[in-house]
């Protein structure tokens, strides 16, 4: 597995509305995008962190990942996900981990928020952390 570097942090927020003016008036940060996942039921919002970002998540459905992890911390967010950026691909990176034992939550890399195509490693197998692999089929 060829990783280049932490692409993004996830952080599951009750609501982006409501994040959002934390991060850009108390940390001084810019958030450059928001979208809507529709497969994912999510709503993103991204800021610049030197090469890393931030990606604030908030659920469009009550039956979505993001809220079934803000109901399990008490309606309340926080970090999500750790997102690495492959260098040699996210489906290489799937199958070296499942060769050595490693249970995934996908089985072949599927589009996330920009653009990126993405695959989960289930938290089971990653010590406790939801670790999201991460690729730009743009730079490929």
Do not use: W
Request: glycine share 8%; hydrophobic share 40%; aromatic share 6%.
């Amino acid at each position: 597995m060829n990783i280049s570097h932490i692409e993004h942090i996830g952080i599951a927020v009750p609501s982006l509305d409501e994040a959002i003016p934390f991060y850009e008036n108390i940390l001084g940060l810019k958030c450059f995008a928001i979208e809507e996942v529709e497969d994912q039921k999510v709503r993103t919002a991204f800021f610049k962190v030197g090469q890393t970002k931030i990606e604030l998540l908030e659920a469009t459905a009550p039956e979505s990942a993001i809220a079934k992890f803000i109901e399990k911390n008490g309606g309340r967010g926080g970090i999500q996900h750790v997102a690495f950026a492959m260098e040699d691909g996210v489906a290489n990176a799937l199958a070296e981990a499942e060769e050595k034992g490693c249970k995934l939550i996908d089985k072949a890399p599927r589009r996330g928020a920009e653009g990126l195509n993405i695959a989960f490693l289930h938290p089971k197998s990653t010590c406790g952390t939801l670790v999201e692999l991460c690729e730009d089929p743009k730079k490929m």
